[in-house]
């Protein structure tokens, strides 16, 4: 079952710039962390962003920072994620995901499987 909806994948240049969303289908997420994970063939689920609806707090992973931007659109819990100055090695499929948000900060905002609902995924491929 499709818990998120995402989309903006697509095939681009490295430098070129990717634009993705991800929205939910059926549920409120008020008080939910959304953002991205990326997986790439043979490799593991890796964290990438995400962001506190409640106040915009955002995690970037050490490998997109400077690079991509996530923010949101409370009146939809949609989030968006810029992704410029894109690298051959962000080539993955993106998936989606949202979370309930702790009360405290935890260190599990990198681990996928303290996240509840998904996105299908998109593919982003970048060339050299």
């Known amino acids: 079952q499709v818990e998120l909806v995402e989309s903006g994948g697509g095939l681009v240049q490295a430098g070129g710039s990717l634009r993705l969303s991800c929205a939910p289908s059926d549920r409120s997420f008020s008080s939910y962390a959304m953002g991205w994970f990326r997986q790439a063939p043979g490799k593991d689920r890796e964290f990438v962003v995400n962001i506190r609806l409640s106040d915009g707090y955002t995690y970037y992973a050490d490998s997109v920072k400077g690079r991509f931007t996530i923010s949101r659109d409370n009146a939809e819990n949609t989030v968006f994620l810029q992704m410029n100055s894109l690298k051959p090695e962000d080539t993955a499929v993106y998936y989606c995901?949202?979370?309930?948000?702790?009360?405290?900060?935890?260190?599990?905002?990198?681990?996928?499987?303290?996240?509840?609902?998904w996105g299908q995924g998109t593919q982003v491929t970048v060339s050299s």
């Open positions: 995901a949202a979370r309930l948000s702790p009360a405290y900060f935890s260190m599990t905002y990198r681990v996928p499987a303290t996240y509840s609902y």
